[in-house]
């Protein structure tokens, strides 16, 4: 396994550092002759300064894109295009998280080989799903009600106990230009635990701790986050909630969708920039991660994922017909007199219906056997239709618009995912993705700390 897990490395390395120097040297010579280019619209405002630097393009960030209007693009491929060419399950054009994270990291659509050479590389970091014995204690001695969250981002944190950029920038052995190559290592690490981080998570809130499932050294990412959460038929698995081999196959075809989709959504996002700001730091990938999965935790973010199922739920109990744009409409307006926000709705960003939710709700509609009973799943269809136009009328937010968080948690929760507040750890498995990629790049290009000026009430009043 060590023999293999040196080769593949090497090919991945490989076709990063083909990129590099070139990828450099731009950015050198960017800095050198054109760093007085002053960047259109990037004005910064007291308007801004106040109002959550949106709009301020003051963070740099590769791997991803965000339109207002079309949504995310992954090195310039929009969602559909990579369910069209990165290699998945080709059953269900359902591209792996790993290649993904191969488009992230490189820039570049791997070919089915190179795929499978990250599988197998991050199977090889699994450890056959064995956590380090630390961070095994740290979470058997967690209370088992504590949110799924916080465990999780003490778990992260934890594991840079072995963070190979902590102990060679410690030990003086690693220097700026190869700061990258132990950040890569740190990072796969990461992303190759979490399966096991969230399935001993998941067993912790469900079973309290004990094991729901194996892992499957021969299977993908997303198939053994699914199994060790006790969520696969065919052995793996206890499979509690007795699902079908279809519905196990779908069950993990949707984590792959999820996973695959929600890895990254450019830079300024609070997960994705508060990694980059703590690495920036040079903290080492674990604790600069831990950190984006805190922020992750906020229900403006991606905790509204859980809160969107608990609003669906409580909705479902309110209202007599789940068809009833009047009755729906009712009691999204007494949810906003109350002065709650609709969750799942609106973005700082996207002014337009999100391609993310719309790609989890072409799942649900190619399985519309599978989900024609289930209340809330129709409900969160229907929503679509009601929602904007109360949120147009209530006259508040610039997006009326259902985003990511909208659909993940009810389709989930109809496999069996009863345990609402463990949905964004899932979220945090796949954010890690993204950010940890270019966090890499971030040491590769040796991007200096973060560290932007404030201004206090008497400074920005002298301006006016
Ligand atoms: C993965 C993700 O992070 S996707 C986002 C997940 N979050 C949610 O779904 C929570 C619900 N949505 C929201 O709270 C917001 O739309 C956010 C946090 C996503 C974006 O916030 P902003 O960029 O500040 O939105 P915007 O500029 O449109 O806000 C203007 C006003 O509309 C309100 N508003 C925005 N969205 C909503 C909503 N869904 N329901 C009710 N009111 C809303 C804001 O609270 C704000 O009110 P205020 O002026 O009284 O403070
Ligand atoms: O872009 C944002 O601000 C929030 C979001 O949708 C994400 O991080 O996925």
């Given at each position: ?8 490395t090497?090919?991945?390395r490989?076709?990063?550092?083909e ?36 709009g ?18 992954f ?43 990250l ?8 450890e ?10 740290l ?35 690693i ?26 998570i ?20 997303s198939y ?55 690495g ?20 403006l ?41 609709i ?56 997006n ?21 507040l ?18 890499v ?7 200096p ?16």
């Amino acid at each position: 396994m060590m023999h293999r897990r040196l080769i593949h490395t090497s090919t991945l390395r490989s076709v990063l550092k083909e990129t590099i120097p070139e990828r450099r040297e731009q950015l050198l010579k960017l800095k050198k002759f054109h760093g007085q280019v002053k960047i259109p619209a990037g004005d910064i405002t007291i308007g801004s300064v106040l109002g959550g630097m949106r709009g301020n393009k003051s963070i740099f960030w590769q791997s991803t894109t965000l339109d207002p209007m079309d949504g995310i693009k992954f090195h310039g491929m929009t969602i559909k295009q990579c369910q069209e060419q990165l290699p998945g399950d080709a059953n269900d054009h359902q591209f792996y998280p790993e290649s993904m994270l191969w488009l992230l990291l490189t820039g570049k659509v791997p070919t089915v080989e190179q795929t499978n050479e990250l599988i197998s590389e991050l199977n090889g970091r699994a450890e056959n799903g064995r956590l380090p014995e630390c961070t095994e204690k740290l979470l058997d001695n967690l209370p088992n009600n504590m949110h799924p969250m916080t465990q999780l981002a003490i778990a992260v944190a934890s594991l840079n106990y072995g963070s190979q950029f902590a102990k060679g920038y410690q030990a003086g052995t690693i220097n700026k230009l190869n700061y990258w190559e132990s950040t890569l290592e740190d990072s796969l690490t990461l992303i190759s635990r979490l399966p096991a981080l969230v399935g001993k998570i998941y067993s912790k809130i469900t079973q309290d701790g004990s094991p729901l499932g194996q892992f499957n050294s021969s299977k993908d990412w997303s198939y053994n986050i699914c199994s060790l959460m006790g969520m696969t038929a065919g052995g793996d698995s206890l499979n509690n909630n007795n699902l079908s081999p279809q519905q196990s196959q779908d069950f993990v075809n949707l984590m792959r969708l999820y996973t695959g989709i929600h890895a990254d959504h450019e830079g300024g996002n609070v997960s994705a920039h508060t990694t980059h700001l703590v690495g920036s730091a040079l903290s080492d990938p674990f604790l600069s991660y831990s950190s984006g999965l805190m922020g992750l935790a906020g229900p403006l973010h991606g905790l509204a994922a859980q809160e969107v199922v608990r609003f669906l739920v409580e909705m479902n109990g309110s209202i007599k017909n789940v068809n009833d744009p009047k009755q729906i409409s009712e009691y999204l307006w007494s949810l906003l007199s109350s002065n709650r926000v609709i969750p799942g709705y609106g973005h700082a960003v996207l002014r337009n219906t999100d391609p993310r939710f719309q790609a989890m709700l072409e799942f649900a509609e190619r399985r519309s056997d599978e989900f024609k009973d289930d209340a809330n799943v129709q409900l969160m269809m229907t929503l679509p239709k009601v929602a904007p136009a109360v949120l147009k009328e209530h006259g508040k937010c610039k997006n009326p618009y259902p985003n990511v968080d909208s659909a993940s948690g009810v389709l989930f929760q109809h496999y069996g995912v009863t345990q609402l507040l463990f949905i964004t750890a899932i979220f945090g498995c796949s954010r890690a993705l993204g950010p940890l990629s270019q966090l890499v790049w971030d040491r590769i290009y040796g991007l200096p700390i973060e560290r932007p000026k404030s201004m206090d009430l008497e400074a920005l009043q002298k301006l006016v």
